[in-house]
């Protein structure tokens, strides 16, 4: 199916019980702005330092609750550390509608940290420090499959260990929970265990990500197309959305195939983009729309996002959303 011109004939659903569900990284982002990066041996004065909540699960959660209107729809499996910051996130996501019994405290590591420095254009660098992100595993596996029979839909990411992704993912498939998969940071394919991208029912990279599982550069929006052909070929995923940035993205799969413009607006920072496009995106498959009012949807997310600074505070609300859908 082409894309259309419009949502005017698209169902706009909520109210759907069941949670969306994520397993994977939660942060606090350390967020400097600066005019630039110092050199080698150089001290560079930056223009400010704030703190957000971060990580690409955590800030897609966020995306999620704020979307469903923050009442409970959203469950988070993870792992932080019994400290201030682990402390702050968890309140913070809770008060966001987040579902946080699924998240282990670890009395014997740190919270994971993110160090993102943000230039005027927008553009960001990330330096993190994953912390307990590193040490899920058979805990955090147990507690996201005992969620699968409630859920509408399975998010992961590439920020804690893959064989514990991977063990949620199977078992999502086998109940025929739809598996939307971020494949971010970019990982060596030599490191990711065989299985993984084909237990994605969705996968949603970015230029970068998608020339990397592709194998090919990608420039404007016909190599973003060959892109997703070649992703589907090579790992047998149902649809593959290539993320833009100012572009747009271009969607592949069986019921729809083209290219959305993006929703214009003056980024203030890039950081969380793709995280608040994810969550939007599993949350409004998990509320009964289409494929294709779910993208868009997930798009005005996106947009909203790179509009405003921080990573979970930058998250907009359902609202705000439908409004620039609306809009267009």
């Known amino acids: 199916m082409p894309i259309s011109e419009n949502m005017t004939d698209k169902s706009i659903q909520a109210g759907n019980s069941r949670k969306t569900l994520l397993v994977g990284a939660i942060n606090m982002d350390l967020i400097v702005e600066t005019e630039r990066m110092a050199r080698a ?35 988070m499996i993870g792992r932080v550390g019994d400290d201030g910051f682990g402390r702050e996130l ?46 899920c595993g058979p805990i955090e596996s147990r507690k996201a499959k005992d969620a699968l029979p409630n859920s509408g839909v399975l998010l992961v990411q590439q920020e804690i260990p893959l064989a514990c992704s991977l063990e949620v993912m199977h078992a999502a498939s086998e109940l025929n929970v739809p598996v939307v998969l971020d494949p971010a940071p970019a990982i060596p394919s030599d490191a990711v265990p065989g299985g993984f991208y084909e237990h994605a029912d969705i996968i ?9 599982l592709a194998g090919i550069p990608i420039n404007d929006v016909t190599s973003a ?28 799969s069986d ?48 947009a909203l996002c790179v509009s405003r600074p921080g990573t979970q505070s930058a998250m907009p609300y359902r609202d705000e959303v439908l409004e620039m859908v609306a809009g267009r």
Do not use: W
């Open 204 to 212: 949603t990279p970015n230029a970068l990500e998608a020339e990397a």
């Open 90 to 135: 968890r309140a913070f996501m809770t008060d966001q509608g987040v579902d946080m019994s699924g998240v282990t405290n670890d009395p014997e590591i740190e919270t994971g940290v993110a160090i993102i420095f943000i230039e005027p254009s927008g553009e960001n660098y990330v330096h993190a420090i994953y912390g307990g992100n590193g040490k």
């Open 41 to 75: 041996g150089e001290t560079f004065v930056c223009d400010r330092l704030y703190t957000s909540g971060g990580g690409k699960a955590g800030n897609q959660a966020v995306a999620a609750a704020r979307f469903a209107g923050g009442h409970g729809e959203v469950k």
């Open 225 to 252: 197309e060959r892109a997703t052909d070649l992703i589907r070929e090579k790992y047998g995923c149902r649809c593959v959305i290539v993320t833009m940035a100012g572009d747009g993205v271009y969607v592949a």
């Open 255 to 302: 019921e729809l195939r083209g290219h959305l413009p993006p929703f214009p607006v003056d980024a203030v920072a890039t950081v969380a983009a793709g995280d608040a496009f994810a969550g939007v995106l599993g949350r409004s498959l998990c509320e009964g729309n289409d494929l294709e009012s779910a993208i868009r949807l997930a798009m005005a997310a996106g």
